[in-house]
């Protein structure tokens, strides 16, 4: 019997979405469905740095993937004309992964500038350790995605989280920097559930 995979992210609907943003989903999401890409942005949440990413590398396809429906209206919203619900010249190098970022992956061959994965669900409790995302057998699979000079860029303002992490790379092909870095700020950055002073972020590279 095949091995189920284990869900590493919580609800996938929140408050009821506007009927702007449940007609975009309905007839605007479709069509940004992803086969390829340069960057990939993984839970994207509202979508902030994904829309920072678009408009930095506007030669390259950014893809995002966010199984929180209410984010992924949130992006949707952002990248599109009010009035016509077109997307905005600015964005139209953005795709959108509506689901687990894992069903992707296995739909593509892309291989990856860069991998970012932002704030992701800690999951503090020792029970629901097992839900957490960048496990050592993930960071593998990520790893098999990066191109030639690729990079994983992680960040969490969680310190137990950032260690478990550091400790789950001695058991992937990846290498690890602690970097020094600046991003946009996020809705997720500034709740810091975790009540930290700053994010901490690491850069793997194979």
């Given at each position: 019997?095949?091995?189920?995979?284990?869900?590493?992210?919580?609800?996938?609907?929140?408050?009821?979405?506007?009927?702007?943003?449940?007609?975009?989903?309905?007839?605007?999401?479709?069509?940004?469905?992803?086969?390829?890409?340069?960057?990939?942005?993984?839970?994207f949440?509202?979508?902030?740095?994904?829309?920072?990413?678009?408009?930095?590398?506007?030669?390259?396809?950014?893809?995002?993937?966010?199984?929180?429906?209410?984010?992924?209206?949130?992006l949707?919203?952002?990248?599109?004309?009010?009035?016509?619900?077109?997307?905005?010249?600015?964005?139209?190098?953005?795709?959108i992964?509506?689901?687990?970022?894992?069903?992707?992956?296995?739909?593509?061959?892309?291989?990856?500038?860069?991998?970012?994965?932002?704030?992701?669900?800690?999951?503090?409790?020792?029970?629901h350790?097992?839900?957490?995302?960048?496990?050592?057998?993930?960071l593998?699979?990520?790893?098999?995605y990066?191109?030639t000079?690729?990079?994983?860029?992680?960040?969490?303002?969680?310190?137990?989280?950032?260690?478990w992490?550091?400790?789950?790379?001695?058991?992937?092909?990846?290498?690890?920097?602690?970097?020094?870095?600046?991003?946009?700020?996020?809705?997720?950055?500034?709740?810091?559930?975790?009540?930290?002073?700053?994010?901490?972020?690491?850069?793997?590279?194979?």
């Open positions: 019997m095949e091995k189920q995979e284990i869900r590493t992210f919580g609800r996938r609907h929140g408050k009821k979405l506007s009927a702007r943003q449940s007609a975009l989903i309905d007839n605007l999401l479709p069509t940004l469905q992803p086969t390829h890409g340069d960057i990939l942005e993984i839970g949440g509202a979508g902030e740095h994904v829309r920072f990413l678009a408009k930095s590398n506007p030669k390259s396809t950014i893809i995002g993937a966010e199984p929180f429906m209410n984010g992924v209206a949130s949707l919203s952002a990248i599109t004309d009010e009035k016509t619900n077109r997307v905005l010249d600015e964005y139209k190098n953005i795709r992964w509506a689901d687990d970022v894992r069903d992707f992956l296995r739909t593509t061959d892309s291989k990856f500038n860069q991998i970012w994965v932002l704030h992701p669900d800690p999951w503090p409790k020792a029970r350790e097992k839900r957490r995302l960048l496990s050592a057998e993930f593998n699979t990520l790893s098999r990066l191109a000079d690729g990079e994983i860029i992680i960040g969490t303002d969680h310190w137990e989280y950032f260690d992490i550091l400790d789950q790379i001695k058991n992937t092909d990846l290498t690890a920097t602690i970097a020094d870095i600046e991003i946009i700020q996020t809705r997720y950055q500034h709740k810091n559930k975790a009540g930290t002073e700053n994010p901490k972020y690491l850069i793997l590279r194979r």
